[in-house]
């Protein structure tokens, strides 16, 4: 089954780091650019982050440049998002997505939560 | 960067037509035929319907068509079915290599 599964969110504090991970299965992971995106119920989507097929060229939102790391293991089909010094402004479900060209998203994983809180 | 502009809501009966529209500037929304939008429905994933402006997935129903014309595209559910009642988002690739989505657009279906 062609599938994105996220996993790693939960409940952090502030100032602290999270790494998400996403899991892919069925279909050719290292042939696709991988995004991030987060979602808030006051804000709906937000892009977050970009990675291209090999891992060299990387893409972020000001709001999380500096503090977010994006990687990829092709050997393993999976996507990371590595977080760090995070706020309560990155409460959100962050989804992975699959962009096969240009700038759109074919598949979208379930999303998992992470919640920033004291 | 600010939002692409979305209305908050749009409602329709059943079997008429709908138009969500999309603003951004001529840095994204203008600039790009690299407009996309996603429908969501209440706990699940956003779901491509259309790509590149105007390009239908498989599988996606001949009823959403979209369109664009300088800074604004466009979203047309024509037909409209109870199914249909979800948020709808569009995107844009931007100047920055980075992408945009808008606010989100609630539709109801009466």
């Known amino acids: 089954e062609v599938q994105l599964v996220e996993s790693g969110g939960g409940l952090v504090q502030p100032g602290g780091s999270l790494r998400l991970s996403c899991a892919a299965s069925?279909?050719?992971?290292?042939?696709?650019?991988m995004h991030w995106v987060r979602q808030t119920p006051e804000k709906g989507l937000v892009w977050v982050s970009r990675?291209?097929?090999?891992?060299?060229?990387?893409v972020y939102a000001d709001s999380v440049k500096g503090r977010f790391t994006i990687s990829r293991d092709n050997a393993r089909n999976t996507l990371y998002l590595q977080m760090d010094s995070l706020g309560a402004e990155d409460t959100a479900i962050y989804y992975c997505?699959?962009?096969?060209?240009?700038?759109?998203?074919?598949?979208w994983g379930r999303g998992t939560l992470v919640t920033v809180s004291s | 960067q600010s939002a692409l502009t979305q209305p908050a809501s749009v409602s329709g009966s059943p079997g008429q037509s709908i138009t969500v529209s999309c603003t951004g500037t001529?840095?994204?929304?203008?600039?790009?035929?690299?407009v996309s939008w996603y429908q969501q429905h209440p706990g699940k994933a956003p779901k491509l319907m259309i790509s590149?402006?105007?390009n239908r997935p498989s599988g996606v129903s001949d009823r959403f068509s979209g369109s664009k014309s300088g800074n604004t595209a466009s979203l047309t559910i024509s037909g409209l079915q109870a199914e249909d009642e979800a948020d709808y988002y569009c995107?844009?690739?931007?100047?920055?290599?980075?992408?945009?989505f808008g606010g989100g657009t609630k539709l109801t279906v009466l």
């Open positions: 997505a699959r962009n096969p060209r240009g700038a759109y998203f074919d598949l």
């Open positions: 069925g279909f050719t992971f290292n042939s696709y650019w």
């Open positions: 990675i291209d097929t090999g891992g060299s060229s990387l």
């Open positions: 001529s840095s994204d929304v203008g600039g790009y035929n690299y």
């Open positions: 590149e402006v105007s």
């Open positions: 995107s844009s690739y931007t100047t920055s290599s980075t992408l945009i």
